[in-house]
Structure formats: C-alpha cells, structure tokens
C-alpha cells in the first residue's frame, strides 16, 4: 500500500482526487471479474450492477456470467444502498497524505487518472499541478 513517488508518477499523495472523485468510481466488467477471482468481496459489496432486463445486483452477488449482461456499475453503500460521499478504501496515513487502500487491484479508471498529464486545471489545490504550473503534459 506505500507506493513510491516516480518521476513518471508525480503524485504526491495527497488524496484530492480520490476525495473528489472516488465516490463516482465505475469499475469496468474487467475490474469486476478480477476481483471475483481473486474472492475480494471485501471490494465487490461496494459495487452495485445494473443488469440488462433485470434488477441491480450486489457485485458481491455476482457470477461470472453475469458480467455479459451488466450495464453498468455504480459504488453505493452495502448496508444501506445509498451513494457514498468518500471513496470507502481511501485510507489517511498522515495529516496531508493518503493511499489507496486497494492500489494493487484498483478500478481501471483510478489507475489512468493522471491531472498532472492532462493539466486539469479545476484542481487548483492539487500540489502537482501548482509545481507544473497547471501546464499539460500531453502530448509529449
């Protein structure tokens, strides 16, 4: 869970993101079909599946054949159904810094996130983007 700091990963941990967008982390079918395999209901009873003709289902309830049939997934409580407002495996470790608590099977979509590449500049409080000076990575 203390991942390194590269220089191709500029992050400094600071938990902005995650805190802003975490609660809106759709995992793909991929994302979902992995953690099957690996048994991590831990991560699935955070996930809800709209099924195709059908009923939303706990992604902890899921088989793997039923990942042809979903349409999407959204993150909402396991005991009350209701959205979360933080992301529930965002885990503090200091005063200003924060990890992913499933950093090695986080969701796709965490693990391409990057605003210092694509210079978002909404995150004025993003220290990263501040030492970059909300300048653009990409293209190279």
């Known amino acids: 869970m203390d991942e390194q700091v590269t220089e191709d990963e500029p992050?400094?941990?600071c938990g902005l993101c995650c805190r802003i967008f975490g609660p809106g982390i759709a995992p793909t079918a991929s994302n979902v079909y992995t953690w099957m395999e690996q048994g991590r209901t831990d991560i699935l009873r955070w996930f809800v599946a709209f099924m195709e003709k059908s009923t939303p289902v706990n992604c902890a309830e899921l088989r793997a054949e039923d990942l042809g049939n979903m349409v999407s997934?959204?993150?909402?409580h396991p005991d009350t159904g209701e959205y979360v407002?933080?992301?529930p495996f965002l885990r503090r470790v200091s005063k200003?810094?924060?990890l992913c608590g499933i950093h090695q099977v986080?969701?796709?979509m965490c693990c391409t996130y990057?605003?210092?590449i694509w210079g978002e500049t909404y995150?004025?409080?993003?220290r990263t983007l501040k030492k970059t000076d909300q300048k653009c990575r990409f293209p190279p």
């Not at 997934?73 to 909402?76: L, Y």
């Not at 995150?123 to 993003?126: S, T």
Request: proline fraction near 9%; charged fraction near 35%.
């Open 96 to 98: 200003e810094r924060y």
């Open 123 to 126: 995150f004025n409080r993003c």
């Open 114 to 116: 990057q605003p210092w």
């Open 11 to 13: 992050c400094e941990q």
């Open 106 to 108: 986080k969701p796709e």
């Open 85 to 87: 407002t933080v992301c």
């Open 73 to 76: 997934v959204e993150m909402r």
